[in-house]
């Protein structure tokens, strides 16, 4: 049995780039940055920074390129990848990346900005909390059947 399984919570290091295969398929391409933090032996407070590059496929793609941005948080999972190409000068080149599965955007940073839905207007609240209708008979729990 074999597994190949990546899952990372960070932060964008770049703004997503958003391209089409030739399918028509869009790919969203960026890089997320992952912090350990640890103590040493001696109680001194260490941190290490590691880079990911990330691509994902299809609504997904157009999701991110869309709500996302430099900075923001997500959780990838997926699986990686290893691709090897020759450059202009013959070189082989190698780039390894997590294909996306699946994302799911972290919280939003204090301050607004993000990629919720807008809140619809105070006086929009304040029309919807008026005409709600409460009973005005009390409810018996001996009535409630489960």
């Given at each position: 049995m074999y597994l190949n399984k990546a899952i990372l919570i960070g932060n964008l290091t770049r703004d997503p780039e958003i391209k089409a295969i030739p399918s028509g398929t869009k790919v969203a391409?960026?890089?997320i940055a992952t912090n350990r933090v640890w103590k040493d032996?001696?109680?001194v407070k260490q941190e290490n920074v590691d880079f990911h590059n990330i691509v994902v496929f299809g609504r997904q793609a157009e999701i991110v390129?869309?709500?996302?941005?430099k900075g923001s948080s997500i959780l990838i999972?997926?699986?990686i990848q290893t691709r090897s190409w020759d450059d202009a000068a013959g070189v082989k080149?190698?780039?390894?990346?997590?294909?996306?599965?699946?994302i799911q955007f972290g919280p939003r940073p204090a301050g607004g900005g993000g990629?919720?839905?807008p809140a619809p207007a105070e006086e929009d609240?304040?029309?919807?909390?008026?005409t709600i209708e409460y009973p005005e008979e009390e409810i018996n729990p001996d009535d409630i059947p489960f």
């Open positions: 391409t960026f890089g032996k001696n109680g390129g869309q709500y996302m941005k999972e997926g699986r080149k190698y780039r390894t990346e997590i294909v996306a599965d699946r990629y919720s839905a609240n304040k029309k919807a909390l008026d």
